[in-house]
Nanobody, 113 residues
Framework: QVQFVESGGGLVQPGGSLRLSCAAS????????MDWYRQAPEKQRELVASITSGGSTDYADSVKGRFTISRDNAKNMVYLQMDSLKPDDTAVYYC???????WGQGTQVTVSS
């Protein structure tokens, strides 16, 4: 059974940082390209960051220079380090794989003073 479980969301002030974690199971994680999406109320879902099995990364223009995606194949984990957070980053963040077609339940990130 494929499963992705996100954690690390919460409330943070503008300019602050959060680190999201995603635990994967039921897949051969080391060969799976992984993604982080987000969806804010009344907005379209946005692909935030991607990482290939080899560690190459790609980011949405809206988060370049502020967010960093990484993975630990030994632990079946993928991370999203979010710095210099803005109110516009408020959303539910989902971990998963477009390649596999599976996603987690999401974790809420709220950026507010």
């Amino acid at each position: 059974q494929v499963q992705f479980v996100e954690s690390g969301g919460g409330l943070v002030q503008p300019g602050g940082s959060l680190r999201l974690s995603c635990a994967a199971s039921g897949i051969i994680f080391s060969i799976a390209p992984m993604d982080w999406y987000r969806q804010a109320p009344e907005k379209q879902r946005e692909l935030v960051a991607s990482i290939t099995s080899g560690g190459s990364t790609d980011y949405a223009d809206s988060v370049k220079g502020r967010f960093t995606i990484s993975r630990d194949n030994a632990k079946n984990m993928v991370y999203l380090q979010m710095d210099s957070l803005k109110p516009d980053d408020t959303a539910v963040y989902y971990c998963g794989s477009r390649f596999l077609g599976y996603w987690g339940q999401g974790t809420q990130v709220t950026v507010s003073s």
